[in-house]
């Protein structure tokens, strides 16, 4: 089992920025990618940033140039850096791992969420 923490959420004004963060805890070993998502109010989840353990990422197009995801195995943890933030930004952003037990592969872990509000 792989536990996931967020911390870095709150209210910024638009054009204002956050830093996300996401701490594993439990059988790390086993964590291959680690991404973020979030969710709008009546929307559905989406993926924001992934990052391999490799150190290889990808954002979705929508954040390009103002989101940047890392990665540090030695903390077990992958943070989100969020820049010029939009009122459209706002939602819960939650933190993704993908692990894998013996054969068994793609074992997704969803943290609680942390909200993100920005005013305009």
């Known amino acids: 089992q792989v536990q996931l923490v967020e911390s870095g959420g709150g209210l910024v004004q638009a054009g204002g920025s956050l830093r996300l963060s996401c701490v594993a805890s439990?059988?790390?070993?086993?964590?291959?990618?680690m991404s973020w998502y979030r969710q709008a109010p009546g929307k559905q989840r989406e993926l924001v940033a992934t990052?391999?353990?490799?150190?290889?990422?990808k954002s979705a197009d929508f954040v390009k140039g103002r989101f940047t995801i890392s990665r540090d195995n030695a903390k077990d943890s992958v943070s989100l850096q969020l820049n010029s933030l939009k009122p459209e930004d706002k939602a819960v952003y939650y933190c993704?791992?993908?692990?894998?037990?013996?054969?068994?592969?793609?074992?997704?872990?969803w943290g609680q969420g942390t909200q993100v509000t920005v005013s305009s």
């Open positions: 993704n791992a993908e692990a894998h037990f013996g054969i068994l592969k793609n074992i997704i872990f």
């Open positions: 439990g059988s790390v070993f086993n964590i291959d990618a």
């Open positions: 990052i391999a353990d490799t150190g290889t990422s």
